[in-house]
Nanobody
Framework: QVQLVESGGGLVQPGGSLRLSCAAS????????MYWYRQAPGKEREFVAT????????NYATPVKGRFTISRDNAKNTVYLQMNSLEPEDTAVYYC????????WGQGTQVTVSS
């Protein structure tokens, strides 16, 4: 079965950085694009970034452009989200997503940006 396991969240001060990881299993990871989403308290889950199966094409939501970088290591079945210049508005639970037959989500990792 498909499993997505996020890690790397935590508490960070404004302006700081974090790198999230999502380890995938149960499908041919290198053949599928991957996605990061986030959900802040009281808000709907929103798209953050996506990366093509070969890692050559990326796309970002406007609020994170220039601050976040999505990447992947197909040898390790892992997708990453490097987050720099973090702002309090980035506080959310971050999820990775895969579309393989149906939509699969990880359990999420909490990112809190606060002084």
């Amino acid at each position: 079965q498909v499993q997505l396991v996020e890690s790397g969240g935590g508490l960070v001060q404004p302006g700081g950085s974090l790198r999230l990881s999502c380890a995938a299993s149960g499908f041919m990871f290198s053949s599928y694009p991957m996605y990061w989403y986030r959900q802040a308290p009281g808000k709907e889950r929103e798209f953050v970034a996506t990366i093509s199966s070969d890692g050559r094409i990326t796309n970002y939501a406007t609020p994170v452009k220039g601050r976040f970088t999505i990447s992947r290591d197909n040898a390790k079945n892992t997708v990453y989200l490097q987050m720099n210049s973090l702002e309090p508005e980035d506080t959310a639970v971050y999820y990775c997503k895969a579309n393989y037959i149906t939509t699969h989500w990880g359990q999420g990792t909490q990112v809190t940006v606060s002084s």
